[in-house]
């Protein structure tokens, strides 16, 4: 049956009334090489691109199935249902080679395969091809449910424009994250550098001293947290755990959490609060091997899964937090049925430290780098958000440009 709800001039088209499918072929790692053609695996469609393939690094002296331009690449297999099927544009001239467990959708008429590619990975397409796919260990879409894919076409002058539009969007986005990680880059660099005494700033020549982490600060343990006390997502205190490392507001300090409990609970609990400007990190389990270390700014506790470095007051409490963050805890590791940091070992630990004026110093220089790398992560979650709201309205129809 037609679909009568469409804005003026679009289509709604099944995949196969609109070109044919092809399936990728060959190309394992072992047969990638830095020469040779071109070549893309399924692994990267998910790692390396997003809407449109740019700049291929991986090239093969093997066999593959060729690409052309105008192609839909999609992949056939994942680990979740809601990855699967994801779909990026071939959009250059060159030879290039598509691997195994790649489908490849060719055009039959004249589209504007950018504008295919943010339609199949938006919306109602991106939650049909999630239903299709099949399995639970890992999870495959076939030819056959695609070819039934409905998608719905504006003219192709309009295609072009919505295509141009959200590719500048594209681009910005991704010029922010690259400043980014540029920007996080330099920091690391430069913290190597800093914290070793290796550069200083000019006007410091005192000699730095050796500290045991037990003669900066104190290391508190966290409290159990049992199931029936957590979800609440209000409440006076806040109750960390290792997942809330995570969230987006807590890459530096802990500012919110999943689970809040009150006074009465905190008895009931008879857990600590741990101190504002105490430094969290993971002792127990593989999270340990993120090497994730926070700072506390809330009223908070902490589960048992984490340890708090309470600072001495002797010490620039963010310069101690750089410190550490400079520093894998991971090295005392014991290795047992479940991995967990040698709390004896951390407590030796030896940091050369500087007096107090370069700690500031030092603290302040580097408080300037993070303020900046927040600033551009603002700018680029608005522009993400931008973009999000102009593909609901232009892919849509909504907006007719």
Known sequence: MKNTHLPTGWQEFKLKDIGFFLRGSGISKKDLSDTGTPAIRYGDIYTKYNFVIKDISSYTNSKGTEIKKGDILFTGSGETAEEIGKSV?????????????????????????IFLSYILNFGKCRKDISIMGQGHTVVHIYTSSLEILKVILPPLEEQKRI?????????????????????????????????????????????????????IGN??????????????????????????????????????????????????????????????????????????????SIKTCIDNNMSA???????????IFYLLNNYKLSKHLNFSALPSLNMSDILDIEFLIPNIEEQNKISSFFSLIDEDIENLKKQLELRKQQKKGLMQRLLTGEVRI
């Open 309 to 319: 470095l309470v600072p001495f007051d002797n010490f620039n409490k963010k310069y």
């Open 89 to 113: 544009a071939f959009i250059d001239d060159y030879k290039a080679l598509a691997g195994g467990d790649i489908i490849i959708f060719r055009p039959n008429i004249d589209l504007n395969s």
């Open 163 to 215: 295509a141009e539009v959200l590719s500048l969007c594209d681009d910005i986005i991704e010029n922010l994250t690259e400043l980014i990680e540029k920007k996080e880059q330099y920091k690391k660099g430069v913290m190597q550098r800093v914290l070793s005494g290796e550069v200083r700033f000019k006007g410091f020549t005192d000699k730095w001293k050796v500290f045991k982490l037990k003669e």
């Open 219 to 296: 290391i508190i343990s966290g409290s159990g947290f049992p199931i029936k006390y957590q979800g609440k997502q209000i409440g006076e205190i806040a109750f960390i755990k290792v997942s809330d490392m995570n969230l987006k507001d807590n890459s530096i300090f802990i500012k919110k959490a999943n689970n809040y409990i009150n006074e009465n609970e905190l008895k009931e609990l008879k857990a600590k609060i741990v101190p504002i400007d105490s430094i969290v990190f993971a002792k127990i389990g593989e999270a340990v091997k993120l090497e994730r270390k926070r700072i506390i």
